[in-house]
């Protein structure tokens, strides 16, 4: 089972053009790019700014379509979906983690987290405020679910967007430099509660970081140059 | 079902709005301003017109004939060739300068005879000189029969002073339009003379002043018909027209085909008389609602600006909505629902507003200048809770179509762009 591919990348490159006066440059992004991500696995992609990282966790989640080459979530195609169905897909399947929470400003964090069980009226409203209610709680914010988030610590926010990312109890959560914000002693909780979520639940976790510290609290790190996989190491 | 399924785009439209509560507040203020002026506008325009219908429609007559003919009278041609010369002869013309309608009892007993006609008064017309004092004024007198002319003109519910029917009991009374007892400065029981078209002066009594609120009719003065055929040189059984009340409004102009077909007199109804007047009030309001609609736009213009604004401030929101599976369907959704709720509040306010605004301009007191066509203590403001729809379902229609561009804008957020700080 936990052998299993729920993600793969096959020959994917991703290129940028980019008009610079009348001249249009295309930029390199990724030359070209293959590797697996295994379900319950908790995975760092690390490398140097630029590398593409980031773009890579893009591709993963639909939000963004590979110049060439396949991406598979869970033996679906996901790379020739159209817009709607992509949107569906990220909705079911995918938590997004970003390096700023991204927390709608004007709603509670219990409202936050509320909102992808509503988007595409998937769950009903009191549906979607237990189970927001319960993920709060899970993540020690049982105290702040009426609180706006800017009333709420960096850590604080960043929880209720993890909470946000599991609302609707997805195959795998991308995070996107989710410490690259923090101090050391929340950027310590949030690892702290990845592995949590990773051991207990056998959520399948990709995080995007430069931290070593973060990674090496994984269980794989995939080291990215120029685009390209440097390595690839299994931690335990 | 829907409002409970779309409860959160509903709510992320609501807290955006609010969140930019200056700006929507003059939205708001733009929208209702917008509504006001148009149910303002509309109400003025229209209580005036119908003002106007309706006093003339309860004051003057349904019908007029006179002594026009529908088809000339057909000359008794004796033509003879003696030295080339051509003589025509129309037999019975005696009075060239002026149709009447010979044997009036006689049409005025064909006309009662249908059913749809409730009252006819005969009377004749004639201008005259009047004098008072050192002061000489050309007026429009009218011989009538003063009970039968009162079913049709209600005189004596417009009396200033006097009493109405004192006119008939006095055979050299004199009744005056209001406008009429101003110019000449006469009271109640003053004599005063009127030089008739012959040039004999007859001497008559202020037996009343009248104010109908009609100025063609207070700008004229009223004498008893036998008098009035005197003063104009008629023959006992001549009339200049025939007024005439109908049963049923409506039918008045089949009752002035039925006249002219069976009397050869044209009947004339009020429409055709006030066509003019109903065409420039009713090009007055075109041009009012024209500029009133500029007014509406504008308050669109104010709609589309909050969203433009809103949408731009919140990428980086549409972009965390989308990454999170709302569908493009629910990103517009959301903008077009804060056209609305912008419109619907807007509206509202207007609408109140409105409606104390027709209140407060109903009750300012208008002094009559004697110009106009009717005149009322009053502004005559129409009230009709159409007026209201309308207006309301305009400014959402504005609303909606200024919320398209920006939501269709908010629904084309790229989330990478957003998301990598591109944007």
């Not at chain 2, 009538?144 to 004192?166: C, D, L, Q, R, T």
Request: hydrophobic content about 45%; some cysteine.
């Amino acid at each position: 089972m936990t052998n299993e591919a729920i993600i793969k990348l096959e020959h994917v490159s991703k290129q940028l053009a980019m008009k610079d006066g009348g001249e249009e440059i295309v930029t390199t992004i990724l030359p070209d790019i293959s590797f697996d991500i295994l379900r319950g696995d908790f995975t760092a992609i690390t490398g140097p700014s630029g590398s593409g990282k980031t773009t890579l966790l893009y591709l993963m989640g639909g939000l963004d379509k590979p110049t060439s080459g396949r991406v598979i979530l869970d033996d679906q195609e996901i790379s020739s979906l159209k817009e709607e169905e992509l949107a569906e897909m990220r909705n079911a399947r995918l938590g997004f983690v970003y390096q700023f929470h991204f927390l709608l400003p004007e709603f509670s964090a219990l409202e936050n987290v509320m909102m992808p069980m509503l988007a595409r009226g998937r769950s009903s409203l009191n549906q979607a405020k237990e189970r927001a209610s319960d993920l709060l709680d899970r993540l020690g914010l049982s105290d702040k679910v009426r609180n706006k988030p800017n009333q709420l610590s960096g850590g604080q926010q960043q929880r209720v967007a993890i909470a946000r990312a599991l609302a609707n109890n997805p195959m795998v959560i991308l995070a996107d430099e989710p410490t690259g914000n923090l101090d050391s002693q929340s950027a310590e909780m949030i690892y702290d509660l990845f592995s949590e979520l990773n051991r207990e639940t056998r959520q399948t976790i990709v995080v995007v970081t430069h931290d070593e510290h973060f990674a090496s609290k994984t269980k794989r790190i995939l080291h990215i140059l120029d685009g390209k996989l440097n390595s690839d190491r299994i931690l335990e | 079902m829907i409002m409970k399924s779309n409860y959160h785009l509903f709510m992320i439209a609501f807290r955006q709005l609010l969140n930019r509560k200056r700006q929507t507040f003059l939205t708001l203020l733009g929208i209702s301003v917008g509504v006001m002026v148009l149910i303002t506008a509309v109400s003025l325009m229209d209580g005036l017109l119908q003002g106007f219908i309706q006093k003339i429609v309860d004051i003057a007559p349904h019908v007029i004939v006179s002594g026009e003919r529908v088809k000339p009278p057909v000359p008794d041609q004796l033509v003879t060739s003696r030295n080339g010369t051509h003589v025509i002869f129309i037999k019975n013309i005696s009075r060239e300068e002026q149709e009447v309608i010979r044997n009036y009892p006689r049409v005025e007993s064909l006309i009662e005879s249908d059913s749809l006609v409730q009252l006819v008064s005969p009377l004749v017309s004639t201008d005259v000189i009047g004098m008072f004092g050192t002061i000489s004024e050309p007026i429009r007198l009218f011989g009538i029969f003063p009970s039968k002319e009162n079913g049709i003109e209600k005189f004596s519910s417009g009396m200033v002073s006097g009493n109405y029917g004192a006119l008939e009991r006095t055979p050299d009374g004199i009744l005056l339009g209001t406008t009429v007892a101003k110019d000449f400065t006469v009271r109640l029981g003053d004599r005063m003379q009127i030089v008739a078209p012959s040039g004999t002066i007859y001497s008559v009594r202020v037996a009343g002043i009248v104010k109908t609120g009609i100025n063609d009719i207070d700008d004229n003065c009223y004498v008893n018909m036998r008098l009035g055929q005197n003063i104009g040189g008629f023959s006992p059984d001549e009339a200049s027209y025939i007024y005439i009340r109908v049963n049923d409004l409506p039918k008045n102009g089949l009752v002035a085909h039925t006249i002219e077909q069976e009397t050869n007199y044209k009947a004339m109804t009020w429409e055709q008389k006030a066509a003019s007047v109903v065409a420039l009030f009713k090009m007055i309001s075109g041009i009012v609602y024209f500029l009133v609609f500029f007014v509406i736009m504008v308050a669109g213009f104010g709609v589309a600006n909050v969203l433009i604004t809103n949408v731009m401030e919140k990428a980086r929101d549409i972009a965390i909505l989308k990454s999170i599976g709302f569908k493009r369907s629910e990103i517009i959704l959301v903008y077009l629902i804060q056209g609305v709720l912008v419109a619907v509040i807007g509206a509202a306010i207007g609408c109140i507003l409105g409606f104390i605004l027709i209140e407060i301009m109903s009750s300012i007191p208008m002094a009559s200048s004697g110009q106009s066509l009717v005149s009322s203590s009053h502004l005559m403001m129409g009230k009709n809770p159409m007026y209201f729809v309308m207006a309301s379902i305009f400014a959402i229609v504005v609303s909606l179509a200024a919320a398209v561009g920006p939501s269709r804008n908010a629904a084309r957020v790229n989330p990478v762009e957003i998301l990598r700080g591109e944007r």
